[in-house]
């Protein structure tokens, strides 16, 4: 299946097909010198096939998890493709998850002010949303892509087959974002997640179409791309507060999603899913803590934030609303989960 980002001047393919890692080299112009961006959790078979299909391409390799999405591990990166003699006409490719599609993405935006970058998202998170759209960046500290660039790959190259050495954790994490996807913009996905076995390769195929739709709207982020955030509120909150490596960020977004679901029947269905998907419960941690996370959002502005809310599935809703109103929110969910908690103790 082969689908285009129509973007003005940069609009780029999505391959989604079993197999097609083997065939990398028939995507990407091989005329030059490519750097291989992966991390050290990658399956060595996955990085070497698309090497064999890229004559001059060397392989840099960071250390796998969200502590290497830092502004050291760029530098290093980007050393080895200066040291490489690397030219503007050579083109950095990620072979890897969101960490690494998002660092060397960002890589490949600022070397020599930008070079060509293409994206092979080897987990589910990487492949059903962030490798599409153009979001690359690193932490700064514990605060999320603070530091980062909208940079459109060249195009998107997404092998379901990979994801046969991955752990029941990380695809977990991964299909959280799915499901989010769902909620917030097609309830035919979130009934998908109903279905036994899971039907995985239709939910990603859905889930990177919705991505593509939402970001040929609004590229930048403007308006309704946005939505996308569904659960990074305090999503990204927990996670900077627990340490960026103690928690997946799908795991992290599922659980932020609570917070922002309107409708107690809703609510439950989406728990009972993220409880079939093997999702955590993440301890939520001081309402103080989260919020002195939260002012650093990047949909923050004084005083205010736009946070998203799903009452019905498929319909997500963005408002700008006073910190505060954040607050409440995490404040209603802990007194709620404590009344659940003293309920199922007394039964
Ligand atoms: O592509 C987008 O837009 C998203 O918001 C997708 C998110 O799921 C993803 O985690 C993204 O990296 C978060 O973006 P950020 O702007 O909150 O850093």
């Given at each position: 299946?082969?689908?285009?980002?129509?973007l003005?001047?940069?609009?780029?393919?999505?391959y989604?097909?079993?197999?097609?890692l083997t065939?990398?080299?028939?995507?990407i112009?091989?005329?030059?010198?490519?750097c291989?961006?992966?991390d050290?959790g990658?399956?060595?078979?996955?990085?070497?096939?698309?090497?064999d299909?890229?004559?001059?391409?060397f392989?840099?390799?960071?250390?796998?998890?969200?502590?290497?999405?830092?502004?050291a591990?760029?530098?290093?990166v980007?050393?080895?493709?200066?040291?490489?003699?690397?030219t503007r006409?050579?083109?950095?490719v990620?072979?890897?998850?969101?960490?690494?599609g998002?660092?060397a993405?960002?890589?490949?935006?600022?070397?020599?002010?930008?070079?060509?970058?293409?994206?092979?998202?080897?987990?589910?998170?990487s492949?059903?949303?962030?490798?599409?759209g153009?979001?690359?960046?690193?932490?700064?500290?514990?605060?999320?892509?603070?530091?980062?660039?909208?940079?459109?790959?060249?195009?998107?190259?997404?092998?379901?087959?990979?994801l046969?050495?991955?752990d029941?954790r990380?695809?977990?994490?991964?299909?959280?974002?799915?499901?989010k996807?769902?909620?917030?913009?097609?309830?035919?996905?979130?009934?998908?997640?109903?279905q036994?076995?899971?039907?995985v390769?239709?939910i990603?195929?859905?889930?990177?179409?919705?991505?593509?739709?939402?970001?040929?709207?609004?590229?930048?982020?403007?308006?309704?791309?946005?939505?996308?955030?569904?659960?990074?509120?305090?999503?990204?909150a927990?996670?900077?507060?627990?340490?960026?490596?103690?928690?997946?960020?799908?795991?992290?977004?599922?659980?932020?999603?609570?917070?922002?679901?309107?409708?107690?029947?809703?609510?439950?269905?989406?728990?009972?899913?993220?409880?079939?998907?093997?999702?955590?419960?993440?301890p939520v941690?001081?309402t103080?803590?989260?919020?002195?996370?939260?002012?650093h959002?990047?949909?923050?502005?004084?005083?205010h934030?736009?946070i998203?809310?799903?009452?019905?599935?498929?319909?997500?809703?963005?408002?700008?609303?006073p910190?505060?109103?954040?607050?409440?929110?995490?404040?209603?969910r802990?007194?709620a989960?404590?009344?659940?908690?003293?309920?199922?103790?007394?039964?």
């Amino acid at each position: 299946m082969k689908l285009n980002v129509n973007l003005p001047g940069h609009g780029y393919p999505i391959y989604i097909e079993r197999g097609s890692l083997t065939a990398a080299g028939q995507r990407i112009p091989v005329h030059r010198r490519t750097c291989i961006v992966t991390d050290d959790g990658i399956p060595a078979k996955w990085v070497n096939t698309v090497k064999d299909t890229l004559p001059g391409s060397f392989v840099v390799t960071i250390p796998h998890g969200e502590g290497s999405k830092n502004l050291a591990t760029m530098q290093q990166v980007l050393e080895q493709m200066a040291e490489a003699g690397m030219t503007r006409k050579d083109a950095v490719v990620a072979v890897g998850g969101g960490v690494c599609g998002d660092l060397a993405g960002f890589c490949a935006a600022v070397y020599m002010r930008g070079i060509d970058f293409y994206n092979i998202p080897t987990t589910v998170l990487s492949q059903v949303d962030s490798s599409v759209g153009g979001k690359t960046a690193v932490d700064l500290g514990s605060l999320k892509n603070i530091i980062g660039a909208f940079w459109q790959p060249k195009a998107v190259i997404i092998d379901p087959d990979v994801l046969s050495t991955l752990d029941d954790r990380q695809i977990a994490a991964g299909l959280a974002e799915a499901l989010k996807m769902g909620l917030i913009l097609d309830p035919g996905l979130v009934d998908l997640f109903e279905q036994d076995p899971l039907p995985v390769d239709e939910i990603i195929a859905r889930s990177v179409d919705l991505k593509r739709m939402i970001v040929e709207e609004d590229e930048k982020e403007q308006g309704r791309r946005a939505l996308l955030n569904f659960g990074h509120t305090v999503g990204h909150a927990m996670e900077g507060a627990w340490g960026l490596d103690a928690w997946l960020h799908g795991e992290c977004v599922a659980a932020g999603m609570d917070f922002m679901l309107e409708d107690d029947t809703l609510r439950a269905r989406v728990a009972g899913l993220k409880q079939k998907l093997g999702l955590p419960e993440i301890p939520v941690p001081e309402t103080d803590v989260l919020m002195d996370y939260i002012r650093h959002d990047k949909k923050t502005g004084d005083a205010h934030i736009t946070i998203v809310t799903v009452a019905e599935a498929g319909k997500g809703r963005l408002s700008r609303v006073p910190f505060d109103e954040v607050r409440r929110r995490i404040e209603a969910r802990k007194q709620a989960a404590a009344g659940e908690h003293t309920e199922a103790a007394h039964e």
